[in-house]
Structure formats: C-alpha cells, structure tokens
C-alpha cells in the first residue's frame, strides 16, 4: 500500500479507538449502512446524531464515506448536517470522499455546498487529498467543479507535487490529463518534475507534455519546425563557476597558534598574507574540520574540511551572488548539491568534479530563453520544456542539447531523490 494510505488508515484506526464520543446507535447504524435505524434515530434526537463527534472531530457524516453509506450521508445533509463541518486538523467530509474516490457521496457533497478548495491546516484541499490517495476518478469531477488543480498547501505543495512523490501513477496521469502545471515551484524552488521516481510516471508526464505540445502546435501552425538558440547547444559547464582550489599559502601552518604538543591547534582564526581569512578548526596546521574561509574579493566557503581541502557538506557563495550548496570531495562539487544561479536558475542533483552529471532545474541563457527540466553531464538531457523570449515553447524529450522532438524514446534517466 501507498504511505499515505496506511497513514490515513492508523488515523482512521485512532478515531475508531476514540469514538466513545458516538452514541453505539449511531455508530452501529452508520457502520451497518443501516437506513431504518439511522432514520429512528434522526427522528428521536436528531441533535445527537448531526451535532455528535467522535475523537478528532470527525462527524457522522464523515463517517458516511469510510462505510461507502451514501444513502446515510444523503439523509444527514437532507436533516441539516453541516457538509463544510471539519475535524481537529480541518479536513472536511469531501476531504475524506476525495481521499476514498467515493465518486457518488463527493459528487453529493459538492452539489450540497461543500467548498470545493477548503484547507487543512496542512494547507491540502481536497484535490490534494485525492492526489495522496491515487483517486484518479474524483480528480476530474473536483477540476470540472471549480477545484484549483495547482493550488498549493503551506510548505508550496501542488496536488501534481504529492502524487509524484507517492509514485500514485493513476492520480499523476489524471491531473496531469486535467492541466496540471508542471514547472510550478515549492516554497523550496522544486517544481513535481523533480520527484518523479519511477519509469511509468515519466512516460505518463512524457506523454502528457506531448499532447500539450501538439495541441500548442495545431493552434500556432507553424511554418517550420522550431528549435532552440544555436549559441544554446553549448554545455552549461562554461557557466557554472569553479570554486578555486585552496592554495598553498592558505594551507601552510599558522605561525603562533600551537598547542602545547606542537602538533595542531583545535580552533582559531588566522589572517593570510593575501588578506584571507580563516575562522575555524585546524588539525595538525591545515584547515581540517568546520570553518569558514574569506576571501578578498568576498568569496567564501563555509562548511567542512579535511587536510586543507574543501571536503564534506559546505556552501560556496560567489561576490556576485550565485553559490553551490551540498557535498565536496577534494576541493570540487562532488555529490549532491545545488547550484543557484543569480538571474533565478537552479540546478540540483548528483555533481562529479564540478559538473552535474544527474539531476534536475531550471536554467536561464544570458538572452533569456529558458530551460527548466532534467540534465545530464552539464546538458539538457531528458524531459524538458524551453520557453524561447518571442513566447515559443518546445515540450519533450532533450538530448545532448539538442531537441528530440515529442515522441522519442530516450534511455531512463536514474531519478534523483532527496
């Protein structure tokens, strides 16, 4: 099972433990799917049975959708049950419909009035509770009924973010067939594109950008095929900057901070001859440990060091803003990382001697044009969509640079997870 499902379940579990809130008639007459009982009920003391909740704020009538009970749910809404009524963490009985796929009970609860976009305390409507549940036939009907398909929850999380981070194949394709953005950011900078794990979903989104394309294309009709920028075809390696090597002189022993053994100092901060600046620790003479260096220009380099040498998780921040976060190896960028551009490019993935040899993002040319999608060894290779400045935009598969057209198979490439 998905995550998420047994997420979901445990929290169905721990209300069910906790229903002592629930008379054992209401209880039993929902659980049974029983109409005359829950119909007595409603006619003795319907308070008890619309107002009543169980343990984290669940009401009868989200109970409907967990016993499939649409007759049930149908009777409470027709005796007034508030259909917008929300539990603990604000999640609403379309929420719960939208989770299941209860085509019938959620197509109700949207023609009584429920809020098509209401939100958790996550931030999640109810289409992203369909995406976690893989619920491909509810997605159209929440879309058709005016339900935002890119809304996002707290943290930036569209509906297309959580079904590809689940690898929910059935929900990925549907929102994706229902025109799901897929270049919309996070709060992080990370667009759906990123998460994507497995082969199928990206034949599912390859497919769908495909399409896109097509019909993009049957409306421009253009005159002759399309292609980027020839000064593009250039590997990006000549714009991503190379850290310089920590020299010589910056690595020789400080003259007046021995320990008593003479053999290495723990911590300290020493001035170079050249002006640069070291603030941390040091083994045996040499930059070994956390620490930070300055240099005169205003470049510097904070994280870990091993025998004088950048090595280890560390940030290198450049004067004109850009900078690398993530794993060095010998003085370079070697593992994973993140490369930010300062014209809003952002490269993240697997980097081997400075380059990106596997990863995802977005960069933009020095005429603007823009490429936002997979890489491999410095170059767009995979999925990817360029935007050129005059408006004219290319969908589909990339290699080497070079544009492959919509429907060309290219060797998977290994997904980066974080």
């Not at 149908?74 to 603990?88: F, I, Q, R």
Request: charged fraction near 20%; hydrophobic fraction near 30%.
């Amino acid at each position: 099972m998905r995550r998420y499902y047994l997420y979901f379940i445990v929290v169905l579990m721990a209300l069910l433990s906790g229903q002592n809130a629930f008379s054992a008639e209401i209880d039993e007459a929902i659980k049974n799917c029983d109409s005359t009982a829950l119909v007595k009920l409603l006619k003795e003391k319907p308070k008890d049975v619309l107002n009543t909740k169980a343990k984290g704020g669940s009401t009868p009538l989200h109970w409907t959708v967990v016993y499939g009970y649409a007759e049930g749910a149908k009777m409470l809404l027709d005796k007034g049950a508030d259909v917008n009524s929300k539990t603990e963490s604000d999640s609403t009985p379309l929420h719960w419909a939208a989770n299941k796929d209860s085509l019938e009970i959620g197509q109700l609860f949207i023609k009584k009035g429920a809020k098509i976009d209401a939100r958790t305390d996550k931030g999640y409507t109810p289409l992203h509770w369909a995406a976690l549940g893989n619920a491909s036939r509810i997605i159209p009907i929440l879309v058709n009924s005016g339900a935002d398909i890119n809304a996002k929850s707290t943290d930036g999380s569209t509906p297309l973010h959580l079904a590809i981070q689940q690898d929910n194949l059935q929900a990925i394709e549907a929102l994706a067939n229902s025109g799901a953005d897929f270049l919309v950011k996070t709060k992080d900078g990370i667009t759906p594109l990123y998460f994507v794990k497995s082969i199928k979903a990206r034949e599912i989104l390859e497919n769908a950008i495909s399409r896109r394309q097509e019909t993009e294309q049957a409306k421009t009709k253009p005159s002759s095929p399309v292609t980027p920028n020839p000064a593009h075809v250039e590997s990006v390696k000549t714009h991503v900057k190379e850290p310089p090597k920590t020299t010589t002189s910056q690595t020789q022993k400080p003259a007046v901070t021995k320990t008593e053994s003479g053999t290495y100092v723990t911590t300290g901060k020493f001035t170079y001859a050249d002006g640069t600046v070291y603030d941390g620790q040091w083994l045996k003479g040499k930059m070994h440990g956390e620490g930070t260096l300055i240099f005169q220009n205003g470049e510097k380099y904070s994280g870990q060091w091993q025998d004088g040498k950048k090595h280890g998780m560390g940030i290198y921040s450049f004067p004109d803003g850009e900078k690398y976060a993530g794993d060095w190896r010998n003085d370079k960028m070697n593992g994973h990382g993140t490369y930010t551009f300062n014209n809003g490019g952002r490269l993240e993935g697997d980097w081997n001697n400075n380059q990106l040899v596997n990863g995802s993002g977005t960069f933009v040319f020095a005429d603007g044009d823009k490429y936002a999608g997979q890489w491999r060894n410095n170059k767009m290779w995979g999925s990817g969509i360029y935007t050129k400045t005059d408006g004219t935009i290319l969908q589909g598969h990339w290699e080497a640079n070079q544009y492959m057209g919509t429907n060309t198979v290219v060797e998977p490439i290994t997904p980066i997870i974080r």
